[in-house]
Each structure stands twice: as structure tokens, then as C-alpha cells.
């Protein structure tokens, strides 16, 4: 499983509402969000790409993006003897999107 979280500063009032991409479309059908977190469930190769969160309030617009590459495998465990790829997903991951 992935888990993506927008963070904004705290005490914003009103909250903002968030949206979220992939690749500047629609979230994997496994996706499902929660408040400002994408929580992508049993993530395949072709849940991979550039998600983007936008944090919209009255106070106006703000986006993040971040890089997911899921390298298939046979679930969670251990990294490679040799470690895994730079943005790579090897078992779960969680990823914080900040606006500060």
C-alpha cells in the first residue's frame, strides 16, 4: 500500500480542500482518499507516475508533486542486497507533500 499526504500549515481556517492526480488524470481506481492523505491499496506497476496534490482554501491555490515508481516484486520485505532505486516502492511507503 502507498499512503500520500498533503501537509499544510497548521491552524488554516477554513481547512482547504485537496485534490489529487496521477499524471494529470484520475487516481488509480485503488485509490481511495481520506481528508488530505491518497491512500492507493495493493499498488501495481501501473499505479506508477507523478501525483499531484493541490491545497485550495479561500486564501488561494497551492500544488506538490511527487514522484511514485512501484517496482514489482513479491510484496513486502526487505530491500535488495544492493538497496532500491531512488523513489522506487519496495513493500509499503508513506510520502509527505508539505505547503508551508
Known amino acids: 500500500d502507498v499512503i500520500l499526504t498533503c501537509m499544510t500549515q497548521e491552524g488554516i481556517v477554513p481547512e482547504p480542500t485537496y485534490t489529487w492526480q496521477l499524471d494529470g488524470g484520475q487516481v488509480p481506481a485503488s485509490a481511495q482518499r481520506y481528508n488530505n492523505q491518497l491512500k492507493i491499496f495493493s499498488a501495481q506497476v501501473e499505479d506508477s507516475g507523478t501525483y499531484t ?25 526487505p530491500a ?14 508513506v510520502a509527505a507533500l508539505a505547503f508551508l
Open 53 to 77: 496534490c493541490t491545497a485550495e482554501s479561500e486564501f488561494g491555490t497551492s500544488q506538490r508533486e511527487v514522484v511514485i515508481e512501484i517496482i514489482p516484486g513479491e510484496g513486502p520485505g
Open 80 to 93: 535488495p542486497q544492493g538497496g532500491a532505486p531512488v523513489g522506487s516502492v519496495v513493500g509499503g511507503v
